[in-house]
């Protein structure tokens, strides 16, 4: 493997491995106003939640590693204690990389960007009119990480209201994340769309307690058919399946009956293992017909 000694390795290829590495990053479009009222608005993707109760969200503003300078977003943070995040999603991601541009101190990145400020109802910066979620918060705490280029300072916000647009609500009064459809940054200049088919569920419950790898047989854990992530699901199970339900099967399941009267193949067992292990609503009967090849000794 490529060994990184952070000590040793120039801090812009440092960076690069680090946030190719811890990807993708929500994107907070923070906007802020300076000491005369004047808008700044710019994405930071050193972000993310923190704490429910009390709502802490932090991000962090890096100095540059270029010249070691410090962005307008902190100046502002410092002399106001005001910020508003908004998230990005797809349909302004482009706005957003416009507003990431290098302005001169007083330019509206609003303006250049062609986004929309709005009014915020409990902090003076403006919400972002397109942005399907605003986050009003205040500045609780900005901690200072270093002082060398590419140092951070994070922003440790107080959510004080947030803002949703009911559009990416849907009837369980809960965000839809296909209609909210954000966008997440990688390294580099990749970013990833968080809809549609890069979107899946993985039903975890906070009660129930799975076997995991060691409770399951040598020849499911070292099956040649098996991905990593089909045995996951079995080591998910919350129950080592009996054998009385396996045999069950063994009589009733037409299509393991034929393979215990063919070939008895271990191999063809685990592939109608993880046919059905592609349906969530089958996961235990998958396991159920994974354990006929123990029981069997196939």
Same mark, same amino acid.
């Given at each position: ?10 801090? =812009?290829?440092? @960076? ?10 929500? *994107?907070?479009?923070? #906007? ?5 009222? %004047? ?8 972000? %993310?939640? $923190? ?5 802490? /969200? ?24 005001? /910020? ?7 349909? *302004? ?9 290098? $302005? ?17 109802? +409990?902090? =003076? ?27 951070? @300072? ?20 809960? *965000?839809?994340? @296909? ?18 088919? !890069? ?29 990593? %992530?089909?045995?996951? +699901? ?7 399946? #009996?054998?009385?339900? !396996? ?9 393991? =009956? ?7 193949? +271990?191999?063809?067992? @685990?592939?109608?293992?993880?046919? +059905?292990?592609?349906?969530?609503? =089958? ?16």
């Amino acid at each position: 493997m490529l060994v990184i000694d952070p000590k040793s390795t120039p801090v =812009k290829d440092l @960076h690069q491995f680090m946030v190719g590495s811890i990807a993708p990053r929500p *994107i907070a479009f923070v #906007s802020t106003i300076d000491e005369d009222g %004047n808008p700044n608005l710019a994405p930071y993707s050193f972000f %993310n939640a $923190f704490s429910s109760n009390p709502p802490v /969200v932090i991000f962090s503003s890096n100095r540059r590693v270029k010249d070691n300078t410090t962005k307008d977003t902190l100046s502002n943070v410092l002399a106001t204690r005001e /910020v508003v995040i908004n998230v990005v999603n797809h349909a *302004i991601v482009r706005q957003m990389a416009i507003a990431s541009g290098r $302005f001169e101190k007083g330019v509206s990145e609003f303006e250049k960007a062609g986004l929309t400020p709005i009014p915020s109802d +409990l902090v =003076k910066p403006f919400r972002v009119k397109e942005s399907p979620v605003q986050m009003e918060c205040k500045v609780d705490e900005v901690i200072t990480l270093g002082e060398q280029g590419g140092a951070g @300072h994070l922003v440790v916000c107080h959510v004080q209201r947030i803002h949703i647009d009911e559009s990416v609500v849907d009837e369980n009064n809960r *965000i839809n994340p @296909h209609k909210l459809d954000l966008m997440g940054r990688l390294g580099r200049a990749y970013y990833v769309r968080a809809s549609g088919a !890069a979107i899946y569920t993985i039903p975890q419950s906070e009660e129930d307690v799975p076997i995991g790898f060691d409770q399951l047989p040598e020849k499911i854990k070292f099956s040649t058919v098996l991905t990593g %992530n089909e045995v996951g +699901l079995l080591a998910g199970l919350v129950e080592v399946p #009996s054998k009385e339900q !396996a045999m069950q099967i063994a009589q009733t399941d037409e299509r393991v =009956k034929a393979i215990l009267a063919g070939s008895r193949s +271990l191999e063809e067992l @685990h592939a109608y293992v993880a046919e +059905l292990l592609e349906d969530e609503g =089958k996961q235990d009967y998958a396991g159920s017909v994974a354990w006929v090849g123990e029981f069997l000794e196939l």
